[in-house]
Every structure is written in C-alpha cells, then in structure tokens.
C-alpha cells in the first residue's frame, strides 16, 4: 500500500508542476493558484506512501572467505593441510628474544636429542624431537618458551631418539620447512613422522653438506652428510652450524668417525665454541682429530641417567676434558640453556667436574747394582711402551683398521688413533698387520 501511494502522489506532483508552468504562462492566477495547492497534496501523498512502506531493506552482509574465518576462528585441532604464510607481514612469529640474543634449549629428553633454537629476530628451529613418549612434553616446553610456529624442523636421522616425537610437534604447530637427509627407515616412527609432515604441507628440503636455513640473522648451514651411502644411520646425520657474530655452535647430531672424517677431509671450517657432542657421548664419535679442528670451549652431551648404553663413554669424557672443555651433561644438569648475545656464551648450569683420567704409572722398578749377596745383578732389558695414539686407518664401510698403504684403503681413508679404533671394535686388518 504504502509503496501504490508513493507512485500515485509522484505522478500527481508531475502533473501539478507540468500545469502549474502552463497556467503561469497564461497567466491564469486562479489555475494557477489551484495547481499549487495540486502540488502540495502529491507531496503529502507521496510523503503517507513513504511512512507506511518502512525503511528499505538492507543487503546481507557478505560473507566472509573461509581463510579469513579459519584464521581468526581458534582451532580445534593441529593444522594439517595448510602450510603457514611465511612471507606475509601478518604471519605469526616467536617473540623476539630480549636483548637480541640467540639462545639455544638442549631440553633434557633423557637417552635422546631435541634442541630448540630461537633467534634474535624471534623465529624458532627445533632440531630433533626425542623419543616417541617425549612428543607432548617437547610440545609444552616449546608453548613455554612463547614460540607458536616454528620456522624450521630438523630432523637429524630417522632413529626413534630423534624423530619419535617430531610428528606431535609437526601437527601441534605451522611448520614452513622441514629438513632431513635422504635416509629412510621401516619402523612405524619413520612412517608416522612423514605422515604428519606430509599433512602439514610443510616444504621439505634435504639436508647436507652446504645446504643453508634461510633463518635471519644467524648463519646455519649443514656441514654433514657428504655422502650418500652408510651401512649406519648415524652417519646421514645432519650436522649443522650456527654462527650468530663472533660465537658458533656445531651441532653433531649421531655423527660418527665417518662422517666426521669427511668433514674433515672437506676442509670445512669446524672451529665452533660449542659442541653438541655426537651420538650421545659415545666412544663411536668425537675423534681427536674431529675435536681439534673444532676445538671448542663448551660441550653439551645430551643423555639419559643410567642408560644401558654407556654413555658417555669415559674415552669421549677424557678427549674432552683433556682438551679443556667444559662440559654439560643432561643427565645431571637437565635442559641447559645456552645465550650468546654475538661476542660472549653464557650458560645457565654448572659444567660437570670431569678430570681426564691420568694414564697408569709405569712402575718398573729399578733393580740395584748387587743383591744383598754381593753378586752382580744383568741390568734389566728396557720394557716397550705402547703408544695407544698411534695412526691407523678405518674404512667407510669395513671393521678394519690398517696401516697407512694398505690395499684396502684404496676407496676410502679415515684416519683415526689406535685406542679409538680398538674402542669402537675395529679389528687389525690381516694383510697390512697394524699393531694391537
């Protein structure tokens, strides 16, 4: 009804304009007068119309896109599919840490490796994620720390110890890359482990030597594997280097003799003030050699209290402290936290009070010139000494140690001492004949 009187006073107050001008222009005041009177009643008309059909309705809001809704709706469970926007400006980041320091979380995961790295511009990279029983608690230290994405996933090698709680952290927080060394395993870790990622669509990038984290101001690049062939999964370890100014921290992963022989045999600069010590303190790693050119002031080994392995081995502990390195141990510190502000390290826990071991006295006695008798006593023959630090030569795949020219050692030559050699159960080779 309303809208019939709107259009019924329109059309009279056109008519009543139209005769108005007309009359005008006769001059006719009478008609005039009454089309006047003409356009006011239209106009109320139009004016009844108007009050009785309402307001006009309003269109719909526009529904919102679905991305928006999910970003701004809280989750119910991990995201899965989608990888998270590093590029935009609105991407949530890891707050800064205070001072612009990096800071560096060995968290104590027992007889395992998980490491969280954040950086000075607030991003975070988790190497490693402990065992299968370890996922949930990685999870609620990463949350503690601030952290709600993580830049980078490190995944070192596919042993349980380091993967086995990677695929909760991998579904409970947006991943924009994981790294891994082209390795595989059969085990139903491996298999879960790439299922989250592969359901997280986070890129997937392969980590070796001179691969780089494109993480802001710090310097990461992977110096291990070299290779691509090992009868061990320790050695596609991923080894990565941290530089953040003056101060660098090389993390070993499981490395062992082999891989960082061939460090070594690169020519990589290892040279670092913190070592996390491979494979867990065992007598397999951290050769002489491999520590001198790292010749680092701090260790960390990452271990768990009365293990049935025997790590660390007191060989590993000898090196180190022989070396004069401080070292840290997670069985009797827990996570330790190492902050370098770009010139200085400090770490939050006391080094463990590890004294080298002092190799046995010789205690040959020396006879004296005559026996209480009076008869003259031969001189005693000198007794030989073993040298334990002698060189010898290990293969990348073999069990035996040779002397330097050996035919075996034709495709591979990994120089490693007597004493490490025999510790990690090489045997003498048969033709060459090196000593025992």
């Not at 913190?274 to 002489?288: C, F, I, P, R, Y």
């Not at 200085?344 to 046995?360: F, G, L, R």
């Not at 008798?373 to 031969?378: C, F, N, W």
């Not at 000198?382 to 795949?397: A, N």
Request: charged share 20%; hydrophobic share 40%; aromatic share 6%.
């Amino acid at each position: 009804m309303g809208d019939f009187l709107i259009f019924i006073g329109f059309i009279g107050f056109l008519a009543s304009v139209v005769m108005c001008g007309i009359n005008l222009f006769k001059k006719n005041k009478v008609h005039l007068k009454q089309w006047g009177l003409g356009i006011a009643a239209a106009f109320i008309v139009m004016m009844a119309g108007g009050a009785l059909a309402g307001p006009a309705p309003q269109a719909p809001p526009k529904a919102r896109p679905a991305e928006n809704t999910a970003a701004t709706q809280p989750a119910a469970e991990p995201v899965k599919a989608t990888a998270p926007d590093t590029s935009s400006n609105a991407s949530v980041t890891s707050p800064a840490t205070p001072g612009g320091v990096l800071k560096i979380h060995f968290i104590d995961v027992g007889q395992a490796d998980s490491i969280l790295i954040q950086t000075p511009c607030g991003k975070a990279v988790l190497v490693d994620g402990g065992n299968n029983d370890d996922g949930s608690r990685v999870v609620d230290y990463i949350k503690a720390q601030g952290v709600k994405e993580l830049a980078a996933v490190v995944a070192t090698h596919p042993h349980e110890d380091h993967i086995g709680g990677l695929d909760i952290v991998v579904r409970s927080f947006p991943v924009a890359a994981v790294y891994m060394p082209n390795a595989a395993s059969t085990t139903r870790t491996f298999e879960d482990f790439i299922n989250a990622v592969k359901a997280s669509g986070a890129k997937r990038v392969q980590a070796k030597a001179g691969v780089k984290l494109d993480i802001p101001d710090i310097a990461a690049e992977f110096l291990a594997p070299n290779g691509s062939s090992y009868e061990d999964l320790n050695n596609y370890s991923a080894v990565l280097k941290l530089t953040f100014g003056n101060t660098s921290f090389l993390l070993a992963g499981d490395a062992e003799a082999a891989s960082e022989a061939e460090m070594l045999n690169a020519g990589y600069n290892l040279k670092a003030d913190l070592l996390k010590v491979g494979h867990h303190g065992s007598e397999s790693s951290t050769t002489s050699a491999f520590l001198k050119a790292v010749s680092p002031k701090y260790s960390v080994i990452s271990v768990g209290k009365g293990n049935s392995y025997g790590h660390p081995a007191q060989q590993t502990l000898d090196r180190l402290a022989s070396a004069g390195v401080q070292i840290y141990r997670t069985d009797e510190a827990g996570t330790i936290i190492a902050t370098s502000d770009g010139n200085t390290i400090k770490i939050d826990k006391q080094a463990s009070p590890v004294k080298p071991h002092a190799p046995p006295a010789s205690t040959v006695e020396k006879p004296s010139a005559s026996s209480d008798s009076g008869a003259a006593v031969a001189p005693a023959a000198p007794v030989p000494v073993k040298s334990s630090d002698i060189t010898v030569y290990i293969t990348r795949t073999g069990k035996k140690y040779h002397l330097d020219g050996c035919r075996y050692l034709a495709k591979s030559k990994i120089p490693i001492s007597l004493s490490e050699a025999k510790a990690m159960g090489y045997t003498p080779c048969s033709v060459c004949g090196p000593p025992r």
